[in-house]
């Protein structure tokens, strides 16, 4: 084997590295920063040696710059196709350079469109002067947006963004259009939301007012009874006259107190009716009976024409008087002096697919009348047809409501025309026909009250002094024997001596209310305990049930009828 001579060595200055690194680690530093060399023409160049040294750190490089460019473009791609917005990219040019799967509906695009102008597409959005926009964004650098809505009505937020560079300069336009119809549509029940409550307050304050004015023209001719009786000596006519005012102006405070809770417990579905098989023109003739005296006051004509057979209808008796009470009382109160009423009811097949058979009566007048629009808003709380200053009329404008309720609580109807303004109103009210025949009727209301024979010992409890002695002057005018007190620890005092028959209580007394003053009377003399009255100015359902639950027999709300509670100490065990 020929020994082989050794190579020499070639005189070269060994390449620069960066500290840290070992010569061929494929840095591309150190490849970079080889020295160079003078050649004859005065430029630097690299030796030959220099380039074949760096040449795997530059390919390296390349290689991995290029990985992280294809990367940066696929991460960029799947953000482009993930993201649920439509986005076009635009160059300078108008030309489309990318675009959002999102955006092929809406600009009506395919990826074959990639280089084609945005003015050669028929978009599916209402933007007319887009190329405009597109112009503007891309002079002033400013963005633009605007709310757009495509042709199937869905409204998008279009903004267009300046395509920014690294050298800040503008290369073309970003459109986005993002989906906003549901944060419009909520706009929109918001602002309808807010009209609403609007109406509502305005409403609101119309009531406050209309109930500031009906209860103060009570109470203007109280007050001045007041003053009369402490000017002067009042004869036995004055005194006459003033117990009249007193008791109409009483009568029609209680009225309008009773109305609002009657609408409370309506609307909120707190009603609950007592219902039986009856015959509807029974409910007609105490109706009658009822509003009779206020029609003859006005001189007013009553035409009823009713069939002569039953009318069998499933319902509560009471509820449905308080029906047609309301329908022709506002017939009588909105028709002038000696004006005319019509009541007509007739038989007749049920409307719609329910089948059956139906009772439909109409009540119609020569009243005030009222537009076409107010034909339904009559029905709602505290509307009225007379909404003028002078509210000749009164009232709250409750009973309609109510009355269309308890129509619809009992499976009917009620609806309103009227030709116009001055020329009168119909109310037509339909319930449902029963196919039986009216066994039992209601019996008419009886034509004179039962004598009362009876006297009772009777103790009043009521902390308002007031209160407490005209109710015992009531009594001991009927002749019934009274032991009043302001105080309910005197009252169990009392009620041990006088050895009552029947106490009536106030529930909102100091110290011990009524309702614990029950159970120590109940408590204290058992079985002998007298008949306990509860008196209270709340008459909610769960009121009635906590008299009970407190031993009470009976739970009147205030003011008492003087006939119903002489009525109740006659029938008192």
């Known amino acids: ?169 503008v290369e073309g336009v970003v459109i986005v259009l993002v989906d906003i119809d549901e944060v419009k549509s909520a706009e929109s029940s918001l602002r309808r939301a807010q009209k609403e409550l609007d109406v509502v307050d305005r409403d609101k304050d119309r009531f406050l007012a209309m109930l500031a004015h009906e209860l103060r023209n009570p109470l203007a001719p109280l007050r001045n009874i007041g003053a009369v009786l402490k000017a002067s000596h009042a004869d036995p006519d004055t005194l006459e006259w003033a117990s009249g005012v007193v008791d109409r102006q009483i009568h029609t405070m209680a009225r309008l107190i009773d109305d609002l809770l009657e609408a409370s417990r309506v609307t909120r579905g707190k009603v609950q009716l007592r219902e039986a098989l009856l015959d509807l023109r029974e409910v007609f003739d105490r109706v009658l009976a009822q509003v009779g005296p206020q029609i003859e006051e006005r001189g007013q004509q009553v035409d009823v024409d009713v069939p002569g057979v039953p009318l069998p209808v499933w319902g509560d008796a009471v509820r449905l008087e308080q029906v047609f009470g309301n329908l022709l009382g506002n017939a009588s109160k909105f028709s002038p002096q000696g004006g005319h009423i019509r009541v007509e009811t007739e038989i007749v097949e049920a409307e719609g697919a329910t089948g059956g058979r139906q009772v439909v009566t109409r009540i119609t007048d020569t009243g005030i009348g009222m537009e076409p629009g107010m034909l339904e808003k009559v029905f709602e709380l505290f509307v009225q047809a007379d909404a003028s200053l002078a509210r000749q009329h009164g009232g709250l404008g409750i009973g309609l409501t109510i009355a269309r309720q308890l129509t619809e609580l009992h499976r009917g109807t009620l609806r309103a025309s009227s030709p116009g303004p001055g020329r009168g109103s119909t109310f037509e009210v339909r319930l449902p026909l029963q196919v039986a025949g009216v066994e039992t009727p209601l019996p008419r209301p009886a034509a004179e009250r039962r004598r009362r024979s009876r006297s009772r010992r009777v103790l009043v409890v009521d902390d308002n002094r007031d209160a407490a002695e005209s109710l015992s002057r009531l009594l001991r005018s009927h002749g019934h024997v009274v032991e009043q007190t302001r105080d309910p620890e005197q009252a169990l005092e009392i009620a041990s001596g006088f050895r009552a028959e029947i106490a009536v209580l106030d529930i909102g007394l100091p110290r011990i209310d009524g309702y614990e003053l029950a159970r120590r009377l109940r408590a204290q003399h058992g079985k002998l305990a007298p008949y306990l009255v509860a008196v209270s100015g709340y008459g909610q359902e769960s009121d009635f049930k906590r008299s009970t639950e407190a031993g009470f027999d009976v739970h009147l709300v205030k003011p008492i009828e003087p006939e119903v509670l002489l009525d109740l100490l006659e029938r008192a065990p």
Do not use: C
């Open 1 to 169: 084997m020929t020994a082989t001579p050794p190579r020499k060595k070639k005189n070269r200055e060994p390449a620069r590295r960066a500290p840290g690194r070992s010569p061929g680690d494929g840095s591309s530093t150190e490849a970079l920063k080889a020295a160079p060399t003078e050649e004859a023409n005065g430029q630097s160049q690299f030796p030959i040696a220099g380039i074949g040294a760096s040449a795997g750190g530059l390919a390296a490089l390349l290689q991995h710059r290029n990985l992280e460019l294809t990367e940066a473009n696929n991460d960029f791609l799947n953000l482009l196709n993930s993201v649920q917005m439509a986005i076009v990219m635009l160059g300078p040019d108008l030309r489309i350079r990318r675009f959002t799967p999102a955006a092929e509906r809406l600009f009506n695009l395919i990826p074959a469109d990639l280089g084609r102008s945005i003015s050669d597409f028929k978009l599916e959005i209402d933007v007319p002067d887009l190329e405009t926009l597109v112009t503007e964004v891309l002079e002033t650098g400013t963005a633009r947006e605007r709310d757009v809505r495509d042709r199937k009505g869905r409204w998008y937020s279009l903004r267009l963004q300046p395509y920014r560079t690294f050298k800040e300069g």
